[in-house]
């Protein structure tokens, strides 16, 4: 357990703009965070910093009173977690690089399984139909949290789907949980719901820190070391999400992906990553039985829940088995959204395919 007296110089040194390297530095060279705030630019540097990071701290000292900052965190809600504590993640400090303490909304439940949801920003309307019927059929089978980094696009369909399904959700930033330094900006209502549901939102930055790019790279192995599954939802080649799979895959977790169809470049990292060793992911079970859980009977599926017009057409055309050709011809729709709305339809367990291009409804 640190001392709330250590905390607050902690803080202060996170508030000048120091980054986990230069705390590392600091915590080796000096016995308390309060010396290493005291420190003088020269013992700064003795102590591995360059000469620009221990003027930002000297500067720092000009300016923040670790008291009166403490206190401000209270007053957002803003509980400051130092890796030595008790509620800092178990997970979290088996990397190679823990943080040394954490920023959180809310309240991560210990010992619940949690599988992270991740993907695109740039999401298709199957990348996001595909990532709310896994967390949903996740909660209906099994106690598990979701966790993913907050973003457009996949992230805020997996947290979203989290919330309406009533089950725990983590969102991990790359910036300050302060509403003025939240990114993006328009999700901030949703974490607030987070928090009320009984989740959390959580960053290794203080409040006032800007998202700046190399934020994301290190917040991607916050979210990779919180769970024990990760879930590619959609992810083109060169997405960022596989900067998570990466450090998932040194973590020894392991890694699913939702294949994609191959009209959508959209799915080509999912694709690639199947094509790699990732497992093919076609239901919710597949990861509770990675997770090695108990499971709860699922509700049945009604076809009458379909609320898009498209799939509807095509599920009554599949009372025989039909091909995508001849489906083309039937509907007069293009191929590729055809094998869209095919592709989904068989996610949602409603089809099937038979084999040389042919679809059947599931009886």
């Not at 999700?187 to 006032?208: C, F, L, N, T």
């Not at 990466?246 to 973590?251: D, G, K, P, R, V």
């Not at 009977?297 to 095509?314: C, E, H, N, V």
Request: hydrophobic share 45%.
């Amino acid at each position: 357990m640190l001392a709330a007296q250590e905390k607050k110089f902690l803080h202060a040194i996170l508030q000048s703009g120091a980054e986990l390297d230069t705390i590392e530095k600091l915590r080796a060279a000096f016995p308390s965070y309060e010396n290493a705030w005291r420190a003088s630019s020269a013992a700064l540097e003795q102590a591995g910093l360059n000469a620009e990071r221990a003027n930002h701290i000297a500067r720092a000292r000009d300016r923040v009173r670790p008291d009166e900052e403490l206190r401000k965190l209270v007053g957002f809600g803003i509980a400051l977690v130092a890796a030595e504590d008790d509620e800092f993640p178990h997970e979290l400090r088996q990397l190679a690089h823990p943080p040394a303490a954490l920023y959180i909304k809310g309240r991560i439940t210990p010992g619940k399984p949690r599988i992270a949801v991740i993907g695109t920003r740039k999401a298709t309307p199957y990348g996001l139909e595909a990532t709310r019927k896994i967390v949903r059929d996740l909660a209906d089978i099994a106690d598990v949290a979701i966790v993913s980094g907050l973003a457009r696009g996949i992230d805020g369909a997996a947290h979203r789907a989290a919330l309406e399904s009533s089950i725990e959700t983590v969102g991990v930033l790359g910036g300050g949980l302060d509403r003025t330094s939240f990114y993006p900006a328009e999700h901030w209502d949703m974490a607030e719901q987070i928090i009320r549901k009984g989740g959390a939102v959580i960053s290794e930055y203080p409040p006032a820190s800007r998202p700046l790019k190399h934020h994301f790279r290190a917040r991607n192995r916050l979210i990779a070391g919180l769970v024990r599954v990760v879930v590619v939802a959609e992810a083109p080649e060169r997405s960022g999400t596989l900067i998570t799979v990466n450090y998932a895959l040194e973590q020894g977790r392991d890694v699913f992906a939702i294949p994609g169809t191959l009209f959508s470049a959209a799915s080509a990292g999912n694709n690639r990553l199947i094509q790699e060793g990732a497992a093919l992911l076609r239901s919710a079970e597949e990861l509770v039985d990675a997770l090695g859980i108990s499971k709860r009977a699922a509700p049945p599926s009604s076809a009458g829940a379909l609320t898009d017009a498209t799939q509807r057409t095509i599920l009554e055309l599949l009372s025989e088995p039909q091909s995508v050709d001849e489906l083309c011809r039937t509907t007069e729709l293009p191929p590729a959204a055809v094998i869209s709305c095919l592709s989904m339809l068989e996610l949602k367990g409603y089809v099937r395919g038979m084999g040389q291009n042919r679809f059947q409804r599931v009886a």
